[in-house]
């Protein structure tokens, strides 16, 4: 019985989906606890992910879960021992986004043609460069994390459909909507907190 339950990916898609819903709602409110919803959702995913051979998006999960971790510590204490802020990447952390998802792209596109049996490398490593710097991004709160991780789940969308995932697929679909907003629930959030920042001093 719990062998089944454990190859029957459309449960399996769903209790993760369950909890990636609750860590990007929470992550769009700000809160910090999104983060062990998050983790949740990724142990979840790692296997699902390993049964459908998306390998790249294995390693981006590995990657989540290492930075959620940091994410957590970061936001919960920041460089001051306090809570950090959110606020915009400069333009040293643009260059740097941008030369992760080059990177990773380079780097998993190669690995995943000639050393994997994927039938989606490029596909897989788009997804995965646009991620793991949208991640970073969010993990030091920044506001472009929304930005970065929309144009991965752009592409991650008709790739999840193509290998039938229709659960996470449609967990996607959801994360671009909420990402959006979480854009613009951010920028208020950082006005707000510029503001009462003028306020006091």
């Known amino acids: 019985m719990i062998e089944d339950f454990f190859i029957n990916l459309t449960w399996l898609q769903a209790l993760g989906t369950t909890f990636g819903v609750v860590q990007v709602l929470l992550a769009r409110k700000n809160n910090i606890h999104n983060y062990l919803f998050g983790i949740a959702a990724i142990l979840i995913s790692l296997w699902v992910l390993y049964r459908s051979r998306l390998y790249a998006d294995i390693i981006l999960n590995l990657y989540y879960l290492v930075m959620s971790i940091y994410g957590w510590f970061y936001w919960r204490f920041g460089r001051q021992e306090e809570e950090t802020p959110i606020s ?51 993990a030091k709160r920044k506001m472009e994390n929304w930005i970065f991780l929309n144009i991965s789940n752009t592409i991650s969308i008709p790739l999840l459909i193509y290998k039938e995932l229709y659960i996470y697929a449609g967990l996607t679909i959801f994360l671009f909507i909420v990402g959006t907003s979480g854009y613009f629930k951010w920028r208020k959030i950082m006005k707000d907190e510029g503001r009462q920042q003028a306020a006091s001093a």
């Not at 740097?96 to 690995?111: D, I, P, Q, R």
């Not at 490398?121 to 997804?127: C, H, R, S, T």
């Open 88 to 138: 915009r990447a400069s333009k040293s952390e643009h260059l740097k986004a941008l030369g992760v998802v080059l990177g990773c792209f380079t780097a998993m596109s190669y690995w995943l043609r000639f050393h994997t049996n994927s039938d989606v490398p490029f596909w897989d490593a788009g997804v995965s460069g646009f991620a793991w710097a949208g991640m970073w991004l969010m």
